[in-house]
């Protein structure tokens, strides 16, 4: 029903392109963190401060440090193991059919 990535990814936004809810399926929760990846920079670093301001505008429901961590637990983000420094992984943004 949903074969373009981006179709399926509307389901989850508001009228001003945030992530309004979680999607419940594994496979939209990866097109989601990928949409949300994309937001980063490929060769910046980003401060935790950095990353939380990011993910608070783009989502409604008030649970950004979630949001963070879905994206390191599916290798969309990295980090320093003291939290220090956060990176994209390079290609992790790339929307799955």
Not at 32 to 39: P, V
Not at 73 to 92: I, K, V
């Amino acid at each position: 029903m949903f074969a373009d990535p981006h179709a399926r990814l509307r389901r989850f936004l508001d009228a001003e392109g945030r992530l309004k809810v979680w999607p419940a399926k594994l496979k939209d929760q990866k097109l989601m963190l990928a949409h949300l990846a994309a937001e980063f920079a490929v060769g910046r670093q980003y401060s935790e401060r950095e990353v939380n301001q990011i993910l608070q505008r783009l989502h409604t429901f008030g649970d950004w440090v979630s949001l963070r961590r879905a994206l390191i637990d599916h290798r969309f983000l990295d980090r320093e193991a003291d939290g220090s420094r956060y990176w994209r992984q390079l290609g992790a943004a790339e929307p799955a059919a």
